[in-house]
């Protein structure tokens, strides 16, 4: 009789142990046969992304600044920068990834999005041109990417050097003084 209630006991024991390991892991349950796990891993996925900040009122005036929508890269290829559902944050996508960044204004004028939570992607948008760069490989991901409002100002404006800015001072290299061999 006492072997019967000792297994009872750890029998029970086993069965609390399962519940409540199952009640605190759901991921863990076993699928029923032909059960759909795809709409079970959405909202784990969502419960993955960074929780964001409230934005700042600089942090509103360089979203403003960013550049939307599709660019042109070398190599033929593209990436997209579109509002992110939080207010003052952008969605950058390129080649099937997509990083949630926050826009910076840097004193250059240069709109940087870095990507949150520490991530190492950072997207640089100056007048004339924008990358995305790799921070902890020190590398370009993508370079020479322009969108149309880039492309036009690159277009428009040839009194300004490579970078899409005419400082002060610069060395005019858009065209040589009459009578001089070399500028």
């Given amino acids: 009789m006492k072997v019967m209630h000792t297994l009872a006991l750890v029998c029970a024991t086993f069965a609390m142990a399962s519940t409540v390991a ?3 892991n ?5 699928a029923k046969a032909g059960a759909k796990t ?3 891993a959405v909202p784990a996925a969502v419960a993955a992304l960074p929780t964001l900040a409230v934005a700042d009122p600089e942090q509103l005036l360089a979203a403003e600044q960013a550049y939307l929508g599709a660019y042109a890269c070398e190599f033929k290829q593209t990436l997209s920068v579109t509002k992110h559902q939080v207010e003052g944050y952008m969605v950058v996508t390129f080649s099937s990834k997509a990083y949630t960044m926050k826009p910076v204004r ?10 949150v939570a520490n991530g190492p992607m950072l ?17 370009r991901i993508v370079d020479a990417c322009m969108h149309e409002v ?3 100002e690159a277009l428009a404006d040839n009194s300004t ?7 002060a001072g610069q060395v005019n290299t858009t065209s040589c003084p009459a009578g001089t061999a070399r500028c």
Avoid: F
Wanted: aromatic fraction near 0%; proline fraction near 6%; hydrophobic fraction near 40%.
């Fill in 123 to 139: 997207m640089v948008q100056i007048p004339t041109k924008s990358m995305l760069m790799d921070t902890v490989r020190g590398r």
């Fill in 38 to 40: 795809a709409s079970k």
């Fill in 150 to 152: 880039q492309a036009k």
């Fill in 161 to 167: 050097n490579a970078l899409g800015m005419n400082l």
């Fill in 22 to 24: 199952a009640q605190q």
């Fill in 26 to 30: 759901p991921a863990a349950k076993p």
């Fill in 106 to 115: 840097s004193s250059t004028g240069a709109v940087r999005l870095e990507e």
